[in-house]
Nanobody
């Protein structure tokens, strides 16, 4: 079972930036498409962005398009979510997840297709 670990969350002021990272514990992210999801208290889980393997295809939710960028480093076996121009509505627990359905084609933000999930990292945007 692939075990994912997120890092990089924290408290940031509105307009600030954070960079989240996702890695596999005791394994690599090779041949897995990776998605980032978030869930705020009282709200449904929301797909934020995804990236195929080896990284040809990416997708971003409309709510973060132009502000968030997803990328992967296949040498260091990590996937990053660069978040800029953060606002309080971005406050949530952020999760990375892995899927092989699909792997190399256009990725999906359908969380039902993701087989492995990290524990999540808290992102709080507040002044």
């Amino acid at each position: 079972q692939l075990q994912l670990v997120e890092s990089g969350g924290g408290l940031v002021q509105p307009g600030g930036s954070l960079r989240l990272s996702c890695a596999a514990s005791g394994n690599t992210l090779d041949y897995w498409a990776i998605g980032w999801f978030r869930q705020a208290p009282g709200k449904e889980r929301e797909g934020v962005g995804c990236i195929s393997y080896p990284g040809t295809h990416t997708k971003a939710a409309n709510s973060v398009k132009g502000r968030f960028t997803i990328s992967r480093d296949n040498v260091r076996h990590t996937v990053s979510l660069q978040m800029n121009s953060l606002n309080p509505e971005d406050t949530a627990v952020y999760y990375c997840a892995a899927t092989r359905n699909p792997v190399s084609g256009p990725c999906t933000l359908d969380y039902g297709r993701y087989a492995a999930w990290g524990q999540g990292t808290q992102v709080t945007v507040s002044s």
